[in-house]
Every structure is written in C-alpha cells, then in structure tokens.
C-alpha cells in the first residue's frame, strides 16, 4: 500500500536558519502530494501541494518540488521565523485525487528566536 | 480554499456518556468526509470515510458501533463516540471532499473523557 517517510524531530532551529524536512512516499500510480501544517491545538491547514512531478508547490516562503525519480517532496525554507514553529506533515493522495489520503508520521520544528 | 468547521471544538464528558462531534462544509458540497483521530504528538489515523446518503467505511480496526458516523446531507457528517471511556480521548478531525478534489480539514474537536 501507499506509505509516506519522513524524518521525525524534533527539528530545532535558530530564527532565520535554512529550513529542510525530507519526506518519501511510496505510492502505487502517481499521487498527488500535499504539506500540511498544524499549530499547537489547531487542526490541519494545507500549506503546499503538487499533482504532479516535476510540479512546485510554494506558499509562505516554503518550497516543495515532485520528483518523481527519487520519489520525493522534500519541504525547504530558506529563512525561519518563530512563527513557523508547528508540526509539519507530509502526505499523498490517490489516485483518484483527494481520496485515500496517506499522511506521514509529521515533524515538530521549533525554531528560536 | 473552502471552510470546513468542526462543533464543539473542545467537550469533556463524563464515563459512559455519548458525545456527537459535528462537520460542516460551509461554502461546498461535499460529497464524502472523512473521520480522522490524532494521538498526542502523533499523525493522523484515518477512522472512516464516508459518503452522502450511504454506509460509513470503517478502517481496519475502528470500531464502527463505538464510532457512529452519520453523513445524512452534503454538508453535514456527525461522528458519535458512544459510551465514551478515557482512553477514547483524542483530538479528532474531519475532512471533507467534493467528488475527487482535494480534502479540506476542520479544525479539530479535542474530547476528554473523565
């Protein structure tokens, strides 16, 4: 079945440090892949997605790129701030698109001021 | 993007007592929802997927005569914890979807069983 990987945490970082959380998926026909964000005591709000490879999903100063070869959607930041920290997850879905929904196991990134 | 609201956002009850959990899409018909339940500092868990006028689909697992899910229109889909107990306390979250487009999450309901 499909499945996502990525890397745990807790992921620390100063304020405007380089930001990057890796994330693989494994996947059966070509998903569609989504960053997810989740602040403390608040439900999931979609932060980027790409549908299909090669695609770039950004929003916010984040960045995220389908590759396909690599089966990977890689989450980066080029500068944090404070309000960044939150639980980072990565998903898949489908095919069909927006159905059967994967999400990996998310990241705690805290960044200090 | 679309809204989807969750009520309450926080219900604490006692043991035994039933609690109803309410997802609405405000501004679409979603044609499926989906129930999802969040441990403390874990990912998601997919509960059940359900569409209008039908059946829920329980994942593997799930209890589906503790968990009642009722989706009885194209905004509305209620997930009842019966006879809740400690150990169902979680955050729970709902997403809806209209035919294959992407899923819009709620903000969550956070119960706690005393």
């Known amino acids: 079945g499909n499945s996502v990987t990525q890397m745990e945490g807790p992921v620390t970082l100063s304020e405007e440090a380089f930001l990057t959380i890796n994330c693989t998926y494994t996947?059966?026909?070509?998903?569609?892949l989504f960053w997810y964000v989740q602040y403390p005591g608040e439900g999931l709000q979609l932060l980027l997605k790409?549908?299909?490879?090669?695609d770039k999903g950004s929003n916010k100063g984040f960045e995220a790129t389908y590759r396909k070869e690599t089966t990977s959607f890689h989450l980066e930041k080029g500068s944090v701030q404070v309000s960044d920290s939150a639980v980072y997850f990565c998903?898949?879905?489908?095919?069909?698109?927006?159905?059967?929904?994967?999400f990996g196991p998310g990241t705690r990134l805290s960044v200090l001021p | 993007g679309a809204v989807v609201s969750q009520h309450p956002s926080r219900v604490i009850c006692k043991s035994g007592t039933s609690v109803k959990i309410e997802c609405r899409s405000l501004?679409?018909?979603?044609?499926?929802m989906f129930w999802y339940r969040q441990f403390p500092k874990k990912s998601l868990m997919l509960m059940a997927t359900?569409?209008?006028?039908?059946?829920?689909?329980?994942e593997q697992g799930v209890e589906k005569d503790k968990f009642l899910i009722n989706h009885a229109s194209l905004t509305l889909s209620t997930l009842t914890v019966t006879s809740a107990h400690p150990e169902d306390s979680s955050f729970y979250i709902c997403?809806?979807?209209?035919?294959?487009?992407?899923?819009?999450f709620g903000p969550g309901t956070r119960l706690t069983v005393l």
């Open positions: 997403s809806a979807a209209s035919g294959y487009n992407e899923q819009f």
């Open positions: 996947a059966t026909g070509y998903p569609s």
């Open positions: 790409a549908t299909k490879a090669d």
């Open positions: 998903a898949l879905s489908g095919p069909p698109y927006g159905q059967n929904f994967v």
């Open positions: 501004d679409f018909q979603a044609t499926t």
């Open positions: 359900s569409n209008e006028g039908s059946k829920a689909t329980y």
